[in-house]
């Protein structure tokens, strides 16, 4: 099993807080406490047509002031609030994520990157989400990520192509890989899943998660 994910790579700007008074705009008149946090979750819709986000492979909440259609499946980075033991949300701030595309692909050149090890990069609701930093220049050519999985069942290798752009300066991008359907049902159970790619200096790495593939 071969697998090719292209990405037309575009600059995220995440905000990094707000405000307690945006957060309050719109809450329940009864929430006690309030918590404030940053996550990446899937935009998900019910059979009742009810929008949801999945926050990991087992929390949901329901967002009361989300308005964007349902388009299937997504990814958003977003600020939320939450009141203490309740299952609705405010969204703060969100911003859609870059989605690869998978096809097929035998060989691949590598000018590397750098996964950041942070709570942005993470495996979970049978996404693969990567927050990145490699070199970026001004040519038009888009550069390409591809996932290729490997022999080893529940091993995922991440090549990057700058595509012809000149290495003029270091930059962070988010880009998240639908992989659950390239990899060997779970069947409700964790597996090991390993994750490798060259740095910008040329050192292989790799980090290990654990992966669930997809509930429905």
């Not at 969204?91 to 090890?117: E, H, N, P």
């Not at 409700?188 to 654990?210: N, Q």
Request: with cysteine; charged share 20%.
């Amino acid at each position: 099993m071969k697998g090719k994910v292209f990405l037309i790579l575009a600059a995220i700007f995440l905000m990094c807080g707000c405000s307690k008074e945006a957060a309050m705009v719109d809450a329940p008149q009864d929430a006690a406490a309030i918590q404030e946090f940053r996550a990446i979750v899937t935009v998900k819709q019910d059979e009742s047509g009810t929008i949801y986000f999945q926050l990991d492979d087992n929390t949901v909440l329901f967002p009361y002031n989300y308005n964007m259609p349902f388009n299937g499946m997504e990814r958003i980075i977003c600020g939320l609030a939450v009141a203490n033991g309740a299952n609705e949300c405010h969204v703060q701030w969100m911003d859609f994520l870059v989605k690869g595309d998978i096809s097929y692909t035998q060989d691949a050149t590598d000018d590397g990157l750098d996964i950041i090890d942070d709570w942005m990069t993470s495996v979970e609701d049978g996404f693969l989400t990567i927050h990145y930093n490699t070199w970026w220049g001004n040519g038009t050519n888009p550069h390409l990520l591809l996932v290729k999985p490997s022999a080893n069942t529940y091993e995922l290798t991440i090549v990057h192509q700058m595509n012809g752009d000149e290495p003029l300066e270091k930059a962070d991008a988010l880009v998240y890989f639908d992989i659950n359907d390239i990899l060997p049902d779970t069947e409700g159970t964790y597996k090991d899943l390993t994750i490798k790619w060259k740095s910008i200096e040329g050192a292989a790495k790799s980090k290990t998660f654990r992966f669930r593939s997809r509930q429905p």
